[in-house]
């Protein structure tokens, strides 16, 4: 069980080469009269025929099978509100890691940073990871995926070097998890309801939003899947 809890502490120090590009956004203040929109920027007024609003998307009713699917939703859905937090947060650590690594210089230096900073992380996370289940460790490799775009398993061997990776991975597998695991909410139904109650809950400032290291188009996965389903 030690190997186990030892692989998710690891997941948050990882990668610290990888991380998420920031997008900056220019925020401006909008005015409106009763006939014209404007922009205004520094004290100027800036007549718009039009306002750009932030896409929304509509989410309809989720139906169910069966009682037992419905079931198995509700749990999932308390499972991935419970992990996302921590995928989120492993993001940002990595983020804020990366860009400190930058300003050191000498290799030595970034070795006691790196392993400062893994005792701190370490700290941070570690009796609250212990009480994960197992279905809530592999719900987290695969958030860390959907906030990385690497697997838990390729983070490790890069910091970890190849043997630790498989030995990480082996040991996981004792436990019905694999470090491997990818996030594919177009090929794997699960993956598909997690997305959908990441989704859910932004919207409902249950969570906050994160983009993922890669473009996810909710709306084309959900059509995605709901022809799918007819097909069936």
């Known amino acids: 069980m030690r190997f186990m809890k030892r692989y998710l502490y690891i997941l948050f120090i990882l990668a610290p080469f990888f991380v998420f590009a920031q997008i900056v956004e220019n925020q401006l203040q909008q005015k409106m009269d009763t006939t014209n929109y404007y922009y205004i920027i520094k004290g100027d007024s800036i007549p718009r025929e039009f306002i750009d609003l932030e896409e929304v998307v509509l989410l309809t009713k989720l139906q169910f099978i069966s009682k037992e699917d419905r079931r198995r939703y509700l749990i999932l859905k308390r499972k991935t509100r419970k992990v996302y937090p921590y995928a989120k947060l492993a993001s940002e650590r990595l983020l804020i890691m990366s860009e400190r690594l930058k300003t050191i210089e000498k290799k030595r230096d970034k070795k006691k940073y790196t392993k400062r900073i893994q005792k701190y992380i370490e700290e941070e996370f570690s009796e609250k990871l212990k009480k994960f289940t197992r279905t809530e460790g592999q719900i987290l490799v695969k958030l860390i995926y959907r906030q990385t775009g690497m697997t838990s398993f390729e ?76 097909k069936l």
């Open 155 to 230: 983070l490790v061997k890069e910091l970890r070097t190849s043997w630790r990776a498989f030995w990480y991975n082996t040991t996981a597998n004792l436990f019905d998890i694999s470090l491997k695991e990818e996030y594919d909410p177009f090929k794997n139904k699960e993956d598909y309801l997690i997305e959908d109650i990441l989704e859910r809950s932004f919207q409902e400032n249950i969570l906050i939003r994160q983009e993922p290291a890669f473009p996810i188009d909710f709306l084309e996965l959900k059509s995605f899947w709901n022809n799918k389903t007819k």
